[in-house]
């Protein structure tokens, strides 16, 4: 009897050690897109800042034009990627920034969609509470970052695609957001993140996984060793 759990529970460990890598499902990834466009943040007075997007390019009005290259963990041709509207809706502070050892960071809520410029076919829409912008003190680059795994952040999903809509609901939700040549150094303006403007961005939106293989064999090599063990009981007590 044992040998065949022994079997069985081989058989178990081959099939979970054959399986394919489980990584972070890329919702979406993108760069930028053909033609200028400008994000900005306002400061308020000294207490709050806004972020939004905007371009001259026609049908772009209020957006940044950005080129999905990954959508659904599906990798876009390099001939084919998808021209996209990147839009900031009310992205505002909702707190006090901060500055911890050359490290300025700030809570901010809002939504940013990316849309088909002509349809307006919603690719993915995010809306998130207390995503951090961050970034060097005295930098060019600030990253909009946010994680519904991390304690006080919210992250959601909204989407038509067919490609997107499977990860809608995964456990964890998460996305980066970077903004590069920032045309004045990253700093404070009182409790919140000074002005700047950035022509130049990428970014990337992920979900959750499921557990990493190794770990799933180690639990498995577990089980075959209490297995192991089970038998060589029956083993010993047969011989007795």
Not at 113 to 142: E, Q, W
Not at 187 to 197: D, E, H
Not at 205 to 228: F, H, K, Q
Request: with cysteine.
């Amino acid at each position: 009897m044992h040998s065949r759990l022994i079997r069985f529970a081989i058989a178990g460990l081959v099939s979970l050690a054959m399986a394919p890598s489980a990584n972070a499902a890329m919702i979406l990834s993108f760069g930028v897109g053909t033609g200028p466009g400008v994000k900005t943040a306002t400061a308020s007075g000294t207490t709050s800042t806004t972020l939004t997007t905007n371009s001259a390019v026609p049908l772009y009005g209020g957006a940044f034009p950005v080129l999905i290259t990954t959508i659904g963990n599906q990798t876009q041709p390099l001939n084919a990627a998808i021209a996209a509207k990147e839009t900031f809706v009310s992205v505002t502070s909702n707190g006090n920034a901060s500055n911890v050892g050359g490290a300025i960071s700030q809570p901010f809520n809002g939504t940013i969609s990316f849309l088909d410029p002509s349809t307006s076919f919603n690719y993915l829409t995010i809306n998130f509470t207390n995503a951090l912008l961050r970034g060097s003190a005295g930098g060019t680059t600030v990253n909009l970052t946010g994680d519904n795994s991390l304690a006080g952040q919210i992250v959601t999903f909204t989407s038509s695609d067919p490609r997107v809509i499977p990860f809608l609901n995964d456990a964890v939700r998460a996305f980066d957001i970077g903004l590069t040549g920032l045309s004045s150094p990253l700093a404070l303006n009182g409790n919140t993140i000074a002005n700047f403007t950035s022509t130049n961005q990428g970014g990337s939106v992920s979900s959750s996984v499921i557990p990493e293989p190794a770990s799933v064999v180690m639990a498995s090599t577990a089980v075959l060793a209490g297995l192991g063990c089970f038998g060589w009981r029956r083993f010993r007590s047969s011989s007795l």
